[in-house]
């Protein structure tokens, strides 16, 4: 018998297991995330005889005697401070990591009530964050020590209104635990279905033998590709993806479902996953384009390896490179990149009526519904899909990875079923980000003005489209910068190969472009003998100018305040290095891009409802913000309900930094309605109305037949400026950036904290290593930033009015991450005089071995 | 990349165990803790004692980290590290594993089961011998999980395999 005493309730009990899973399972306290359960992401801390711990690696047997504290029995007081501090220092985004930085944060304000930065971050160490960049959980713990010793402040009153730095709506619910993600959700009768996957990047089924795993006593179903009701393909754009491997197909990654398992417990179900006998035939893989690209390689798709090829041009940029006076050409590489969102992919399904109902935690319920339909032979509104909370996405959570999955199986048990990745099988599974290899040529008068650059892009797209073909075309649309000229040429392709898919990542390809085009710059600088920042704000895009894609820019540009904003820190340094970078807000090139939302009254409240997943930016604030600017009315009269395919109209996906803009400018048309209808009746007298707004982003194709193409809606466009000091180590970095209308001062600069540090692994840390085809990184190994290794990032907001939809604000998720990588080498490469050309950089201090 | 850390101490890298001098056994480990008490001797603080199995510990709430133990150590085992890393090979023997177990019952067989199961990639091998590097180490305990002998200590005393 182990006796174990958690949140002051004693337990005894015969099983052994790990403490994660007693507090979780047993104790049933959700607050203890399970974000790897391998002992890398710190999400799961918990405070033993008051000292922070993982709670994934010990036996309960191993702490026996002990008293255990989780959040759930903190006092009144500390839960208190803790949600006030953390709200107001915008310390919360996703918040799948908050319960285990509140944990550690205790920990530490227990024993030193007055702890400098260094000793917050210290405390820290052991816990991941992949949105916030840290900085503000550091806030949020100093401003948590200040209220435990010197009592709370009054609360501010805040009006709700654009431009006010409120506290994220969700904060309460994550920093305290109790939010729902979908692992959280307490399901009866609820079964675990897992797939078997790959043994081989590329191998032929020959059989599958169920037999053994159906007879195993608790197994409830081996379900296999002749199972699917409906179409064997899933996909986003292109439906190509297997949900499972029929027998006879080729496998075409790792990380493919050969075949589904449910079974009562966990446990049961990672036993019968080993008696599924499956046969192959080895092939050899695909490993990069270039094999890919060969005319006898292996064809991965009925339609040949070649999955996008984009080619931009006006103008006529070979000639304006051959009369240019100073002409640059160099090959860049940039490698794959791992999301690492914090809470893993996890999907609830269940039946529903003739239907299926699924929880998921994904970029687009309707997405989801999308793809999930056709394969499960039913009609779109029979799939109903809801968002919980959502752990954090960055584009890895736009694929259907274990909803279909569940979806399929709640079908044919006719019972709930969770699937849930292990965190080494997320590393396989969710499409990653592009490596690029590009080859840029960049021809400038005396003067530095740019005349004209020619590029060519090769993207390994790995095993299924996912997003590569959008991202392909994003990367070759941005790879002329945000600047002013004519001549503009590129050829850009993406191939698949045996790898992981390539999908959206933040920055959706133009992080990689974007790295090339500023080198070059920061390059063709010193040939002209300007300085790097002169040349981009000689060639900078201003109101009015046109782009080399034609498009003319409207009154919201403020590249050139960015670079002010920037020139007398940049000047002043003598290590210091920097980059531009555009990127657009929405869809765009002349796809249907629409923007949905409901406003209901009820009770008096005004519910706002859109199908636009929240994944940690914080839409439901931009939203709350939006609506109580337009219609006056105050935060505790609104209600924001999570996504979902039910009763919130599609709003599209969270992706291309577009939710602010495009759903924004959706609910501030219903609010408009709202306010028309309250002009001759009151608010109860609307009881039960809904007031529905749509805005389309109405744009022209890619090489549209027209003078001045609009391509996208609006571009947010940034400076960011990377300061070392003499050892090599990294000062800081000032990150000026043009959002339109900053919505929340406080989430734009949480998004821009975060996006750099995310891009600041990008440069300096990050790997996702592939030996023939197979993933060799963990999720500990990546190389992501921990919260003692950050340097100080520095958010300057620069607001310019102009843009006439969303009360003028911009998208920021995706642009913070884009300009860092290459204002990072650029100081390197004034440190050391080494131009790198691939990433990570080299002969940094931050190099690991 | 080097870390600020708050706070450092000396730590004994050795438990001593019941056989720590020759004995009918045989078991003579002689990398290990001897028990000369040169370290006690050299402490101003008076941190540090001879423990039930012969072996020197310090006590890490009174140690400052100044190193004159380490200096005094005939042996060598004696190591600076952050005082927040809790979970270390409390070993030096660099025998292979035959000769290492037969030394003692606490030693490190080099067996690779905690290199295998760090998230990290914080733990090498190195001359027959588990060494866990701090920089990489993010104190989750799987290697004191999984250890077959025992060596890997939480050096908090919270987790511990024989309660």
New interface residues.
């Given amino acids: 018998m182990i006796e174990i005493c958690v949140n002051g309730t004693e337990y005894q009990v015969e099983k052994d297991q790990t403490l994660l899973r007693f507090l979780r399972d047993v104790c049933k306290l959700k607050s203890v995330k399970d974000g ?1 359960s ?3 992401c ?1 999400t799961c801390h918990v405070l ?2 008051g ?1 922070p ?2 709670a ?4 309960i ?6 008293e255990i504290l989780t959040i759930e029995g903190f006092t009144e007081r500390e839960k208190e401070i803790y949600v006030r501090a953390f709200g107001e220092a915008g310390a919360v985004q996703c918040g799948f990591c908050i319960p285990g930085m509140v944990i550690c944060a205790k920990g530490l304000l227990d024993v030193n009530p007055k702890p400098g930065r ?2 917050i971050a ?1 405390a820290l ?2 816990n991941i964050c992949r949105c916030t960049g840290y900085k503000k959980i550091f806030d949020a713990v100093e401003l948590a020590a200040k209220y435990l010793r010197e009592g709370e402040s009054e609360e501010s009153a805040y009006s709700w209104r654009l431009g006010e730095r409120v506290p994220r709506i969700d904060v309460r619910e994550k920093v305290l635990g109790y939010g729902e993600y979908v692992d959280d959700m307490e399901v009866k009768d609820l079964a675990y279905g897992s797939a078997v996957r790959a043994a081989h990047p590329r191998a032929r089924v020959l059989s599958i033998d169920k037999s053994k795993a159906l007879a195993m006593p608790g197994v409830l179903a081996v379900i296999t590709a002749e199972d699917i009701p409906g179409t064997l393909e899933v996909g986003h754009i292109v439906r190509d993806w297997d949900t499972l491997i029929p027998v006879g197909k080729c496998t075409r990654y790792l990380g493919d479902a050969i075949a589904i398992v449910v079974a009562e417990t966990p446990e049961l179900l990672e036993k019968a996953k080993k008696l599924v006998k499956v046969e192959y035939e080895v092939l050899q893989p695909v490993t990069n384009p270039y094999e890919a690209m060969k005319e006898d390689a292996p064809k991965l798709h009925e339609k040949g390896n070649l999955l996008a090829h984009k080619h931009v041009s006006r103008g006529n940029a070979k000639e304006a490179i051959e009369n240019a006076s100073h002409v640059l050409k160099q090959k860049f590489a940039t490698p794959w990149t791992e999301h690492a969102f914090l809470e893993p992919e996890c999907a609830i399904a269940m039946p529903d009526d003739d239907g299926v109902l699924i929880y998921s935690t994904d970029q687009g319920v309707y997405a989801t519904q999308h793809e999930c339909a056709p394969m499960l032979g039913l009609p779109n509104e029979k799939v109903r899909v809801i968002n919980k909370l959502v752990g954090g996405g960055f584009g890895g959570k736009e694929d259907m990875t274990v909803q279909h999955h569940a979806g399929l199986a709640a079908m044919i048990v006719k019972r709930p079923v969770k699937v849930k990745l292990t965190r080494a099988e997320s590393m396989i599974i969710h499409p990653k980000r592009h490596p690029m290899d590009m080859e840029f040529t960049l021809g400038c008068n005396d003067k530095g003005e740019i005349q004209g650059v020619m590029a060519e892009v090769i993207a390994d797209t790995g095993a299924y489209a996912s997003l590569g073909g959008p991202v392909l075309e994003r990367a070759c649309t941005h790879a002329a910068g945000p600047y002013h000229y004519e001549n503009f040429e590129i050829d850009g392709k993406a191939y698949y190969t045996n790898n992981p898919p390539a999908g959206a990542f933040r920055g959706f390809g133009v992080t990689q472009t974007c790295f090339a085009i500023e080198m070059l710059l920061t390059k063709m600088a010193e040939v002209v003998g300007i300085s790097p920042w002169e040349i981009r704000y000689r060639n900078a895009i201003r109101p009015g100018e046109v782009l080399p894609n034609g498009q003319i820019v409207d009154n919201a540009t403020a590249l050139v305040e960015t670079l002010e904003a920037v020139r007398d820190v940049y000047e002043a340094h003598p290590y210091a290095g920097l980059a531009c970078a555009m990127k657009n807000a929405g869809v765009g090139v002349g796809l249907p891009d629409y923007g949905r939302c409901i406003i209901g009254v009820k009770n008096g409240k005004l519910h706002i409802r859109s199908g636009a997943s929240c994944i940690g930016q914080g839409l439901g604030t931009v939203l709350v913000q939006m609506v109580a600017q337009t219609t006056g009315f105050a935060r505790d009269d609104m209600i924001y309900d999570a996504s979902n395919t039910i009763d919130a109209p599609d709003s599209g996906t969270t992706s291309g930094s577009r939710q602010t803009l495009i759903t924004g400018e959706a609910a501030r048309r219903a609010c408009e309605l709202l306010n028309q209808a309250l002009e001759s009746k009151t608010i109860e007298e609307l009881e039960g109305e809904e007031f529905y707004g749509e805005y389309l982003a109405a744009t022209d194709a890619l090489g549209a037949d027209v003078p001045n193409p609009v391509s996208h809606v609006a571009y947010g466009y940034a400076t960011q400026v990377c300061i070392l000091n003499e050892d090599g ?1 990294i000062e800081k970095i000032v990150a000026a950036h043009d959002v339109g209308k900053a919505v929340n001062p406080l989430s734009i600069e949480g998004q821009i904290e975060g996006g750099v540090i995310m891009s600041l692994g990008f440069a300096l840390t990050e790997q996702y290593q592939l030996e023939e085809c197979v993933p060799k990184t ?4 990546i190389g992501l930033f ?1 919260a ?2 950050v340097p100080q990032v520095e958010s300057i907001i620069v607001e310019r009015e102009g843009l006439n939809v969303a009360c003028g604000a911009k998208g920021i998720g995706e642009i913070t991450s884009i300009p860092t990588a290459p204002a990072i080498a650029g100081a390197y490469y004034r440190l050391n005089g080494k131009f790198q050309t691939t990433l990570p950089l080299t002969d940094t ?2 190099e690991r071995p | ?6 706070r450092f101490v000396a730590r004994v890298y050795c438990k001593g165990c019941e056989h720590s001098q020759p004995d009918a056994e045989g078991k003579d480990c002689t990398y290990g803790c001897i028990g000369c008490g040169g370290c006690v001797e050299s402490c101003k603080l008076h941190a540090i004692t001879i423990g039930e199995h012969g072996a020197a510990v310090v006590d890490e709430k009174k140690c400052v980290g100044c190193g004159l133990c380490i200096k005094a150590c005939p042996q060598d085992i004696i190591h600076k590290v952050a005082a ?1 890393h809790s979970f270390q090979p409390l070993c030096s023997n660099r025998d292979a594993a035959a000769a290492a177990k037969k030394a003692c019952d606490n030693s490190c067989i080099g067996c690779r089961i905690c290199e295998k199961n ?4 914080a733990i090498t091998i190195e001359g027959n011998h588990a060494v866990i590097d701090e920089e990489l180490c ?5 290697c ?2 999984k250890c077959p002998r025992g060596v890997i200590e939480d050096v ?1 005393g ?4 024989n ?1």
């Fill in positions: 790897c391998e002992g890398a710190g033993i005889d000292v711990q993982k994934c690696g010990p036996m047997s191993m702490v026996q005697g002990k260094e000793e210290w160490r052991n180590t963990k999720y500990g190994t921990r003692h290794q201090p931050y | 990349m080097k870390n600020k850390v708050p927040d760090c998230p990290m990639g993010t104190d989750c305990g799987f004191l999980v908090r919270l987790i511990c395999k309660r």
